[in-house]
């Protein structure tokens, strides 16, 4: 019924930049929050980034001033643009939607597949 779908991870040396997307897809009545999750091996997936329908924004400290979480309503578009890139920033990236079906009274959460971000330095 719905799918997100990331694109934009890749390989990037260290200070480089990459963008990430989601796109969200499907029987979707109203989305309240996206956001960006990582997960480094064998570290525990951590929420990075969050963007609320109206535009409130949260980062984690080790992101500030690097990363830009951005989204388009009327697309369900979510974006990510990563700047100064780090080895420390390597990880598989997940789009995460807190959403509202067509056919539910409720918001639940979905999760897209991941794309990998690589940094060497």
């Known amino acids: 019924q719905v799918q997100l779908a990331e694109s934009g991870g890749g390989f990037v040396q260290a200070a480089g930049s990459l963008r990430l997307s989601c796109s969200a897809s499907g029987s979707i009545a109203s989305i309240h929050a996206m956001g960006w999750y990582r997960q480094a091996p064998g570290l525990q997936r951590e929420l990075v980034t969050s963007i609320t329908s109206g535009g409130s924004t949260y980062y984690i400290d080790s992101v500030k001033g690097r990363f830009t979480i951005s989204r388009d309503n009327a697309e369900n578009t979510m974006y990510l643009q990563m700047n100064s890139l780090k080895p420390e920033d390597t990880a598989i990236y997940y789009c995460?939607?807190?959403?509202?079906?067509?056919?539910?009274?409720?918001?639940?959460?979905?999760w897209g597949r991941g794309t990998q971000v690589t940094v060497f330095s």
């Open positions: 995460h939607a807190n959403l509202m079906l067509t056919d539910s009274y409720y918001y639940a959460d979905y």
